[in-house]
Every structure is written in structure tokens, then in C-alpha cells.
């Protein structure tokens, strides 16, 4: 019987305390007719997972998958999207959870009266550790167009869409270019204004480590590159969506720095090649800063924007 929701979940070498608190949250949920959901997880090459895990679940059909190569936390995600056939899609990390015991009957709510949504996006709570060890909490906006967290995507609109995670971008944006393609595509977004999901701090994330910073923001600029090619396909207006990343590569252009010259030069080959793959945005560019307005346009009319393209295209 096809499944009202299904909840996808990635994992890799998470420990028996952070699965069984993420299974728990979705275990505990109160209102709902458990037959309408189940949860897809996908062991992308970990360690090996032990189904007695499960057993204090007892609300809960999961299915368990064990990939024999990583291929990283998109990958696992789309597997998991093909092997599952919930008419909507959620995605969880094995860290993390649900805020609260009555997200899915506001969900199962939320389509009994509202209808059928392309997208029905809550907020996150956001937790984040300081120096001195305490912990901080951030609730997140209902509009935030590039994270995962708090999301149900319905399957029709990602099949008619041809949305699917992309193969290249392995462990970091993968999850910007899913979602910021599903918001850009979707004509029927919903917000949901209340806390849907906990992220919580992990200090092994791949995105929370410093150690990736330089691999994250190589994944960056090829992310951009993905998504300008998908949504060229699809005939949408792509010039403003160049330009943000621009000024975004502004403001962060003077971290590298710190990195080998090497590396470095493996960044600017990066910007070089989505300049090459799409000249006619960057050809046309001045014209858009001399009359774009607000904090965008501003910072590509600054003297640190006139840097950042100088180091692009300096001699090597």
C-alpha cells in the first residue's frame, strides 16, 4: 500500500544513541495513523547497523538499506527517494530530530483541510555550540530556500520537475542544490509557521568542520554551476541567481588566503569555468549592476568585487 509520507534518512557511522533518538522522535508522534508513513534508511557503506535497534519502535515500518559504496549524503537521499513511494518525501539526518510529538498529525492536518502543497516547508530549531561550551538555539524562517530540514516535497511535483540530487555533489550542497531547485521550480510552496524539525549540534558534521572549509566551498561553486544548468534547461531566468553567487564569492573570496597556493588555484579554475560555461551572464553583468538595487548590487559595485574578478583572471 502506497504510504502517505515517507521519511528519508542517510547514515553513516552514526552511533546507536543518535539513531535511537532520531527513530524516537518519529516513534513518539501522537495523532497520526502510523500505516501512513515509513522510513527509509540508507547505511551509505558505514558501519553496520543491527536491526534489534528497531525493536523499541514498534509504531515504525522501517526499511533498512545497506549501500556497498559511499557515495555520500545525496546520493544515499536519492536512493532512498527511489526505493520508497510515500506520496510525500521528508528528509531526517540520523543526528537530528523531530521538534516535537505532534509534527506529523500537523502535517496529516494540514493536507486534510489545506490540500495537496508542491512544498510545505516549517521552520528548524538550530543548534549550535560556543567556544565556552554553552549552547545556543535559533529558530529558523518558514522561507528559507536552501536547507532540507522541516520540508515534505510532494513526489508528483519532483517527477514532473525531474528533480533528483545531483550524482557529482557528494557530501556538501548537495542539500542547496535539491532544495534551492525545488523552490525556484515550485509554483505551490506552503508555510507551515511553526518548528517542525531539531538540528541538532553534532561536532563531527562534515558541515560543521572546519577542516572542509576549502572542499566546501569548491562543492560551492560547482553547486552553482549544477543548478545554472538545470534551470537553463528549463527555460527560467537565471541572471539574478549568477549575480547573488557572485557577491557571495565576494565576501568569502580573502578566506582562501590561508589555503596553499594550489588550492587556491583549484577555487579560481572553479569561477573560470562557470564564467566560460555561461559568458553571456558575465558579459552582460555591468549592465546589471549599474541598475540593480539593495545589498546585492552594492556589494558588486564595491572595490572588493573589482578585486575578487582581478584575482580570477590574474596570470597564474
Known amino acids: 500500500m502506497m504510504k502517505k509520507l515517507s521519511i528519508i534518512m542517510p547514515v553513516y557511522n552514526a552511533t546507536a544513541q543518535q539513531l535511537t533518538r532520531a527513530l524516537s522522535s518519529v516513534n513518539n508522534q501522537i495523532g497520526i495513523d502510523f500505516t501512513q508513513v515509513d522510513i527509509h534508511l540508507v547505511n551509505d557503506a558505514g558501519e553496520k547497523i543491527e536491526p534489534v535497534l528497531f525493536k523499541p519502535h514498534e509504531n515504525l515500518d522501517i526499511k533498512l538499506y545497506h549501500l556497498l559504496q559511499n557515495?555520500?549524503?545525496?546520493?544515499?537521499?536519492?536512493?532512498?527517494?527511489?526505493?520508497?513511494?510515500?506520496?510525500?518525501?521528508?528528509?531526517?539526518?540520523?543526528?537530528?530530530?523531530?521538534?516535537?510529538?505532534?509534527?506529523?498529525?500537523?502535517?496529516?492536518?494540514?493536507?486534510?483541510?489545506?490540500?495537496?502543497?508542491?512544498?510545505?516547508?516549517?521552520?528548524?530549531?538550530?543548534?549550535?555550540?560556543?567556544?565556552?561550551?554553552?549552547?545556543?538555539?535559533?529558530?529558523?524562517?518558514?522561507?528559507?530556500?536552501?536547507?532540507?530540514?522541516?520540508?515534505?516535497?510532494?513526489?508528483?511535483?519532483?517527477?514532473?520537475?525531474?528533480?533528483?540530487?545531483?550524482?557529482?555533489?557528494?557530501?556538501?550542497?548537495?542539500?542547496?542544490?535539491?532544495?534551492?531547485?525545488?523552490?525556484?521550480?515550485?509554483?505551490?510552496?506552503?508555510?507551515?509557521?511553526?518548528?517542525?524539525?531539531?538540528?541538532?549540534?553534532?561536532?563531527?558534521?562534515?558541515?560543521?568542520?572546519?577542516?572542509?572549509?576549502?572542499?566546501?566551498?569548491?562543492?560551492?561553486?560547482?553547486?552553482?554551476?549544477?543548478?545554472?544548468?538545470?534551470?537553463?534547461?528549463?527555460?527560467?531566468?537565471?541572471?539574478?541567481?549568477?549575480d547573488s553567487c557572485l557577491a557571495s564569492y565576494t565576501n568569502t573570496y580573502k578566506s582562501y588566503a590561508d589555503f596553499p597556493e594550489a588550492e587556491q588555484f583549484r577555487f579560481k579554475m572553479k569561477i573560470r569555468q562557470l564564467f566560460d560555461e555561461f559568458p553571456e551572464l558575465y558579459e552582460m553583468l555591468p549592465g546589471r549592476i549599474n541598475v540593480g538595487q539593495g545589498y546585492l548590487y552594492s556589494v558588486l559595485r564595491s572595490e572588493a568585487f573589482h578585486e575578487f574578478i582581478h584575482w580570477v583572471f590574474a596570470e597564474d
Request: with cysteine.
Open 71 to 242: 557515495g555520500g549524503s545525496g546520493h544515499a537521499r536519492q536512493y532512498g527517494i527511489d526505493h520508497s513511494d510515500g506520496e510525500y518525501v521528508m528528509f531526517m539526518d540520523s543526528d537530528d530530530a523531530l521538534y516535537s510529538v505532534c509534527v506529523l498529525r500537523d502535517f496529516f492536518e494540514l493536507l486534510q483541510k489545506n490540500g495537496e502543497h508542491q512544498i510545505i516547508s516549517g521552520k528548524f530549531l538550530y543548534q549550535s555550540r560556543a567556544d565556552n561550551g554553552e549552547f545556543n538555539y535559533q529558530v529558523s524562517n518558514t522561507d528559507n530556500a536552501f536547507v532540507l530540514h522541516g520540508k515534505f516535497f510532494q513526489r508528483q511535483f519532483l517527477e514532473q520537475t525531474g528533480l533528483r540530487f545531483h550524482p557529482k555533489l557528494r557530501n556538501y550542497y548537495d542539500d542547496h542544490y535539491f532544495v534551492g531547485l525545488a523552490c525556484t521550480m515550485s509554483k505551490d510552496i506552503f508555510s507551515l509557521d511553526s518548528i517542525v524539525y531539531a538540528w541538532l549540534w553534532n561536532s563531527s558534521s562534515l558541515t560543521r568542520n572546519d577542516a572542509g572549509r576549502l572542499e566546501q566551498w569548491l562543492a560551492g561553486a560547482d553547486e552553482l554551476r549544477y543548478r545554472l544548468e538545470f534551470l537553463k534547461e528549463n527555460q527560467r531566468e537565471i541572471a539574478s541567481l549568477f
